[in-house]
């Protein structure tokens, strides 16, 4: 994993809440097995629309996606983060994300922040006066900025530190293997297995 | 102080906790398909991993897989490829799977619970988010994104986050006509699609303990649609009935019991937010809008964005009305429905079949609507062959298919053209869910069967 340490860009201001994962990308995309070619699906159903934010140029270069309250609901499909930086975003603003996407996202290096819904609003009318308005989101002071407002979000230390290291998870695990085998030691034998089968 | 189910459960798992890091978890069952594990595989061929539990993984085809034709070869190549990546995949690492044709193939949720395998006391994932099915027999059930499947396929384990506890609590007896369907409909209407976010939710009370697992796991299921991160209930005699005679049924059954009878919440337990719902009060319960949230009791209306004074909420079911064409005010039961989708593993179990037949049996379903029947696994499909459901399904006039998911996400051919309106027994009526422009009311397998006769939603009450 690339290691996320700060990153400098523009942001596309996505004013709807409840984003789903069905509409960052639609199951119809989901048959593909490998982790890339996602950005043609992200957000399918609305590119047709012209007016859509990722449809006018003022944005097309924009790398930090500042939307709504509860984003990424729904399916646990990993292709949402997937695709969205394959379209190329590094950072997803929000005042309230779901659960196993945010998980996700910060498993695979793309950096969801959480920020009060206040300060969403203002960075989307901030955004919307200058698209080429410069965002500064800093892992390592845990701010984001730009203009002259900086406002700080939390993270905690260690999905921090994994990020900023780029370290992966299973790696990490894995020297854990002897509590895992010590743990497994002690497993009741009554709980389930799946092989031998027994139909 | 006492401690709640799921603190319980979740202690017995952790195989390493330290100063700020997240706990590592014991995962006791992994579940795998199609869609979400290819990329988990590459990976562990790339790093030269193996998995470690092969005997506590099991895969089976759903989300994808075609409900006519099972045996043909898939027509659409990219269905077909991610078809063969799994089994080859299954072989490659020697993982149990499941394919179509086998009497467990189905919905992942469906399979685990027919084979007993998922029991009280367990910690189980899967790539898919109603994984929380599981949570109904006790156990803490949550679903994960595909590198989580790779983690949990190299190490058994999951870095994980303690959630916090919440607990619903439902007492009364429900009314005829209302079902656990409705129940979690309600709950979700009141707590909001973000209501659960951070939580593991415990649903408790007389009218949760008078529900077969059926209902039960059709509660837990939703759980995420309430944002929470697994819902679960405490297992009691019910849950060992179910569990009984299934082919993995523990062998020394008596220790599996004695653990099991410890899962409970302890009386001096506190969870960090309680809520109450009146079962008697409930009625049937529809969505009018685009997320499992908006939903309303059949007898309401359409509700008018005006009335609504949350602005974010307001522009939400503005959009909604807009791209489900309502217009406010419009009573429920008169919306005209053109498709009726039966199963998916909210609503694809047996009891879901034969509650839906019971209605259907003698009559027709409505002219130019089509009704779609799928069970949600093999097994299920042949038990309703042998009761002689399927019979009263095609002789209703519906279309009686093979097992998947289906319609639920029309990823397989299996879907709603642009427009085209439907009452479905799944879980998630978001925009493009079963179909691109389709429209998805989400209603219980009651009010399934009453709509496909009438033509509009309806409970059987209406008939
Ligand atoms: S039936 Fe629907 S909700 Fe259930 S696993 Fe399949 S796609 Fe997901």
Same mark, same amino acid.
């Given at each position: 994993?690339?290691?996320?340490?700060?990153?400098?860009?523009?942001?596309?201001?996505?004013?709807?809440?409840?984003?789903?994962?069905?509409?960052?990308?639609?199951?119809?995309? !989901?048959?593909?097995?490998?982790?890339?070619?996602?950005?043609?699906? !992200?957000?399918?159903?609305?590119?047709?629309?012209?007016?859509?934010? !990722?449809?006018?140029?003022?944005?097309?270069?924009?790398?930090?996606?500042?939307?709504?309250?509860?984003?990424?609901?729904?399916?646990?499909?990993?292709?949402?983060?997937?695709?969205?930086?394959?379209?190329?975003?590094?950072?997803?603003?929000?005042?309230?994300?779901?659960?196993?996407?945010?998980?996700?996202?910060?498993?695979?290096?793309?950096?969801?922040?959480?920020?009060?819904?206040?300060?969403?609003?203002?960075?989307?009318?901030?955004?919307?006066?200058?698209?080429?308005?410069?965002?500064?989101?800093?892992?390592?002071?845990?701010?984001?900025?730009?203009?002259?407002?900086?406002?700080?979000?939390?993270?905690?230390?260690?999905?921090?530190?994994?990020?900023?290291?780029?370290?992966?998870?299973?790696?990490?695990?894995?020297?854990?293997?002897?509590?895992?085998?010590?743990?497994?030691?002690?497993?009741?034998?009554?709980?389930?297995?799946?092989?031998?089968?027994?139909? | 102080?006492?401690?709640?189910?799921?603190?319980?459960?979740?202690?017995?798992?952790?195989?390493?906790?330290?100063?700020?890091?997240?706990?590592?978890?014991?995962?006791?069952?992994?579940?795998?398909?199609?869609?979400?594990?290819?990329?988990?595989?590459?990976?562990?061929?790339?790093?030269?991993?193996?998995?470690?539990?092969?005997?506590?993984?099991?895969?089976?085809?759903?989300?994808?897989?075609?409900? &006519?034709?099972?045996?043909?070869?898939?027509?659409?190549? &990219?269905?077909?490829?991610?078809?063969?990546?799994?089994?080859?995949?299954?072989?490659?690492?020697?993982?149990?799977?499941?394919?179509?044709?086998?009497?467990?193939? @189905?919905?992942?949720?469906?399979?685990?619970?027919?084979? @007993?395998?998922?029991?009280?006391?367990?910690?189980?994932?899967?790539?898919?988010?109603?994984?929380?099915?599981?949570?109904?027999?006790?156990?803490?059930?949550?679903?994960?994104?595909?590198?989580?499947?790779?983690?949990?396929?190299?190490?058994?384990?999951?870095? #994980?986050?303690?959630?916090?506890?919440?607990?619903?609590?439902?007492?009364?007896?429900?009314?005829?006509?209302?079902?656990?369907?409705?129940?979690?409909?309600?709950?979700?209407?009141?707590?909001?699609?973000?209501?659960?976010?951070?939580?593991?939710?415990?649903?408790? @009370?007389?009218?949760?303990?008078?529900? #077969?697992?059926?209902?039960?796991?059709?509660?837990?299921?939703?759980?995420?649609?309430?944002?929470?991160?697994?819902?679960?209930?405490?297992?009691?005699?019910?849950?060992?009935?179910?569990?009984?005679?299934?082919?993995?049924?523990?062998?020394?059954?008596?220790?599996?019991?004695?653990?099991?009878?410890?899962?409970?919440?302890?009386?001096?337990?506190?969870?960090?937010?309680?809520?109450?719902?009146?079962?008697?009060?409930?009625?049937?319960?529809?969505?009018?809008?685009?997320?499992?949230?908006?939903?309303?009791?059949?007898?309401?209306?359409?509700?008018?964005?005006?009335?609504?004074?949350?602005?974010?909420?307001?522009?939400?079911?503005?959009?909604?009305?807009?791209?489900?064409?309502?217009?406010?005010?419009?009573?429920?039961?008169?919306?005209?429905?053109?498709?009726?989708?039966?199963?998916?593993?909210?609503?694809?179990?047996?009891?879901?079949?034969?509650?839906?037949?019971? &209605?259907?049996?003698?009559?027709?379903?409505?002219?130019?609507?089509?009704?779609?029947?799928?069970?949600? #696994?093999?097994?299920?499909?042949?038990?309703?062959?042998?009761?002689?459901?399927?019979?009263?399904?095609?002789?209703?006039?519906?279309?009686?298919?093979?097992?998947?998911?289906?319609?639920?996400?029309?990823?397989?051919?299996?879907?709603?053209?642009?427009?085209?309106?439907?009452?479905?027994?799944?879980?998630?009526?978001?925009?493009?869910?079963?179909?691109?422009?389709?429209?998805?009311?989400?209603?219980?397998?009651?009010?399934?069967?009453?709509?496909?006769?009438?033509?509009?939603?309806?409970?059987?009450?209406?008939?």
């Amino acid at each position: 994993m690339e290691k996320f340490i700060k990153h400098v860009g523009s942001g596309v201001p996505l004013r709807r809440s409840n984003v789903d994962t069905d509409q960052i990308i639609p199951a119809v995309y !989901l048959k593909r097995v490998t982790r890339s070619g996602f950005e043609d699906g !992200l957000f399918s159903a609305w590119r047709n629309d012209p007016d859509f934010v !990722l449809n006018q140029e003022a944005y097309k270069k924009g790398t930090i996606l500042v939307a709504g309250p509860e984003f990424g609901t729904g399916s646990s499909r990993e292709h949402a983060v997937w695709a969205l930086q394959n379209y190329g975003f590094k950072v997803v603003i929000s005042s309230r994300f779901a659960d196993i996407f945010r998980g996700n996202s910060l498993k695979s290096g793309l950096l969801t922040v959480v920020l009060p819904q206040e300060s969403v609003e203002a960075l989307w009318i901030a955004i919307e006066a200058d698209p080429s308005l410069e965002i500064t989101v800093d892992l390592d002071s845990r701010t984001v900025t730009y203009s002259d407002v900086t406002v700080a979000f939390e993270l905690d230390d260690y999905t921090r530190w994994r990020l900023m290291e780029g370290l992966d998870d299973i790696g990490l695990t894995l020297k854990q293997t002897d509590f895992i085998d010590a743990f497994e030691a002690k497993r009741p034998a009554y709980k389930p297995k799946t092989l031998p089968i027994r139909i | 102080m006492g401690k709640t189910l799921a603190q319980k459960i979740w202690e017995d798992h952790v195989v390493r906790s330290a100063e700020g890091e997240p706990d590592l978890l014991y995962i006791d069952l992994q579940l795998i398909h199609e869609v979400t594990s290819a990329q988990a595989f590459d990976g562990l061929r790339l790093a030269g991993r193996k998995v470690r539990r092969p005997d506590l993984t099991i895969a089976t085809e759903d989300h994808n897989t075609p409900t &006519i034709d099972i045996l043909k070869p898939i027509a659409d190549p &990219i269905s077909k490829l991610q078809i063969d990546t799994l089994r080859n995949n299954a072989k490659e690492f020697g993982i149990r799977i499941h394919s179509l044709g086998d009497a467990d193939q @189905g919905v992942v949720h469906v399979v685990g619970p027919q084979l @007993g395998i998922t029991q009280p006391g367990m910690t189980i994932v899967c790539g898919d988010s109603h994984t929380s099915t599981h949570g109904a027999f006790g156990a803490i059930a949550f679903g994960i994104g595909t590198s989580e499947v790779e983690h949990v396929l190299a190490t058994q384990t999951l870095p #994980s986050k303690r959630p916090k506890t919440m607990a619903i609590n439902i007492e009364g007896t429900l009314k005829t006509g209302v079902t656990a369907k409705d129940i979690i409909l309600a709950i979700i209407a009141k707590i909001g699609t973000g209501g659960g976010q951070g939580y593991i939710i415990e649903y408790r @009370g007389s009218a949760i303990r008078a529900l #077969s697992m059926e209902g039960r796991m059709t509660i837990c299921n939703m759980s995420i649609e309430a944002g929470a991160r697994a819902g679960l209930i405490a297992p009691d005699q019910t849950t060992f009935d179910y569990i009984k005679g299934k082919p993995h049924a523990p062998e020394d059954w008596d220790a599996a019991l004695t653990y099991w009878k410890s899962l409970y919440t302890d009386a001096d337990a506190k969870f960090d937010l309680e809520i109450d719902l009146n079962a008697d009060e409930l009625e049937p319960f529809v969505t009018w809008g685009t997320n499992p949230g908006q939903g309303l009791p059949l007898s309401g209306a359409v509700p008018n964005p005006a009335d609504i004074s949350d602005s974010e909420e307001r522009g939400a079911a503005e959009r909604a009305l807009q791209y489900m064409g309502l217009e406010a005010g419009t009573p429920l039961k008169k919306i005209a429905i053109d498709t009726v989708f039966l199963g998916s593993c909210t609503n694809g179990r047996i009891e879901d079949l034969r509650a839906a037949a019971d &209605i259907l049996k003698g009559k027709k379903i409505a002219p130019k609507l089509r009704m779609l029947v799928v069970p949600g #696994s093999e097994r299920v499909r042949q038990q309703a062959m042998k009761e002689g459901l399927d019979k009263v399904f095609l002789d209703a006039g519906a279309e009686w298919r093979n097992a998947g998911c289906s319609m639920c996400l029309g990823m397989n051919p299996d879907q709603l053209s642009v427009g085209e309106r439907s009452a479905s027994t799944s879980n998630r009526n978001f925009e493009g869910r079963q179909g691109k422009g389709g429209r998805t009311h989400l209603v219980s397998p009651l009010v399934a069967a009453a709509t496909a006769i009438r033509g509009t939603l309806s409970s059987p009450a209406d008939l």
